[in-house]
């Protein structure tokens, strides 16, 4: 027995089935920024007023490149995430599309900007 009306089951509305894993990503990507953002706030402060050459060193290290990568790749993942849930529930028409679409643009860019200069760095 269904409690759905005729109606909803022949336009075929109710739940997409997609929400739940959106929001696990979201949480995962919550979960794992604390402590990359604790770690880079610390390494960060323990470096103080060094040299351009020593920051330019520890920034060649593995596993600091490692972590600021997995850094800049959760933020931006996370900050798609979040815009995304936001647009789709207070913007309607064709802005929905065009800023959804925006958003994942910039998101994905900067994220390989980030990328990129990191790497350049650490190689």
Request: charged letters at 10%; proline letters at 2%.
């Amino acid at each position: 027995m269904s409690l759905r009306t005729p109606l909803s089951e022949a336009k075929g509305l109710g739940s997409a089935k997609e929400g739940v894993a959106h929001w696990w990503f979201q949480r995962l990507t919550a979960i794992a920024l604390i402590p990359l953002a604790v770690w880079l706030a610390f390494a960060v402060s323990m470096l103080g007023d060094a040299s351009y050459e020593t920051v330019r060193a520890w920034l060649e290290t593995p596993h600091v490149a490692i972590l600021l990568i997995l850094l800049v790749v959760a933020t931006f993942y996370h900050s798609q995430l979040g815009l995304q849930v936001i647009v789709e529930d207070y913007v309607h028409g064709w802005l929905k599309v065009v800023t959804l679409i925006l958003i994942n643009f910039l998101c994905i860019a900067l994220a390989v900007i980030g990328v990129v200069a990191l790497l350049k760095i650490f190689l």
